[in-house]
């Protein structure tokens, strides 16, 4: 298939963008672990004066293989101690190198071989699904929205939790992200995250559907049911997106009447985004024992044992507004 070159320029703009985020990531983190552990900087400023010696010596030539052997091994004491000072004081052993979201291109876009990465054609999907459209319902939202301020005593505490972990996951999204399950009563937040996060991942150039369950599943009807073919087929490509997208998000799960039909097509939404490596995050008023009531066993297990559950804690902010307001 040939590529529209426009949309390949747009495709590579994202990635880019991409690149550029992630390096201002891996600074701020450099910064961050430097004031922390000065020791590192040093480290660091050592590692870089040997690379120097030895681009020096290479240039010479000739015979300097001890030498080199010795810088050899010098650098590869350097390292070692960088790691365990890092693990020492609590960071994972490659805290300080680059960050990037495509470990196979190192968000190149290209293999070194010439092929075009899977990252890279993902975007190029991405642009030509016309993926932003799909956001009208969630709408553009900033993280920013998301205040901690309406959370009291623990379940602020729980709730910093469920933010950073939510914020972690747009930061990281890759192909070893997690699948997410945001759990809790009413109005504590659970749209209005999975909005943060889908326009977040959408931002940085991936296709993402959101869906409400119930849309969802009437989708999953229409195609197979409607009597009307451009219905059905309209029905068909969102179908198509619900299960390809990068990222689902798929809000209120539970408050669709439940038939053998919903259940089902839960169970394949689930199902092939799994098989596929494809990205979830399901919000849901009901807890692990309604899941398991409601819906089949090979989905709740599923969800139990590929999603990582986000609590969402507090008191209705709906209702506490509406106090603050009359008060
Ligand atoms: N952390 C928050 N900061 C600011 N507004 C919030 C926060 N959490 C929820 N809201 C607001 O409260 C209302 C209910 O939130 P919503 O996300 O719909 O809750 P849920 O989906 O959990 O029922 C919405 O108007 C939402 O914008
Ligand atoms: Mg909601
Ligand atoms: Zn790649």
Known sequence: MALDGKLLALARERLAARRSENQREAERRRREIYARVPALRELDGAYHALLRDYIALVGTGGAQEARLRETDRRAEELMARKKALLRANGYPADALDGVCTCPRCQDIGYLPDGRMCTCLREL??????????????????????????????????????????????????????????????????????????????????FSVAYETAQSAFSAFEEQR?????????????????????????????????????????????VDSRLNANRKTVISTNLSDAELAARYLPQTVSRIAGEYDTLVFRGRDIRALRRERRYR
Not at 129 to 143: C, S, W
Not at 246 to 265: I, K, N, R, W, Y
Request: aromatic share 8%; with cysteine; proline share 2%.
């Open 124 to 205: 190029y999907e991405a642009e030509r699904a016309g993926a932003q459209t799909r956001l009208d319902q969630a709408g553009e939202q900033g993280f920013d929205a998301f205040d901690l301020g309406w959370y009291e005593g623990e379940d602020r505490a729980v709730m910093e939790l469920t933010l950073s972990n939510a914020r972690q996951f747009v930061r990281r999204f890759a192909a070893d992200s997690p699948n997410l399950l945001f759990q809790g009563g009413t109005g504590l937040g659970k749209t209005l995250l999975g909005r943060c996060v889908a326009s977040a991942v959408a931002k940085a150039g």
């Open 225 to 269: 049911f409607s009597r009307d073919p451009d219905a059905a087929a309209a029905a068909g490509e969102r179908v198509r997106r619900i299960l390809d997208c990068a990222l689902l998000v798929l809000d209120d799960l539970g408050t669709e009447m439940s038939t053998a039909f919903t259940q089902s097509a839960l169970y394949n939404i």
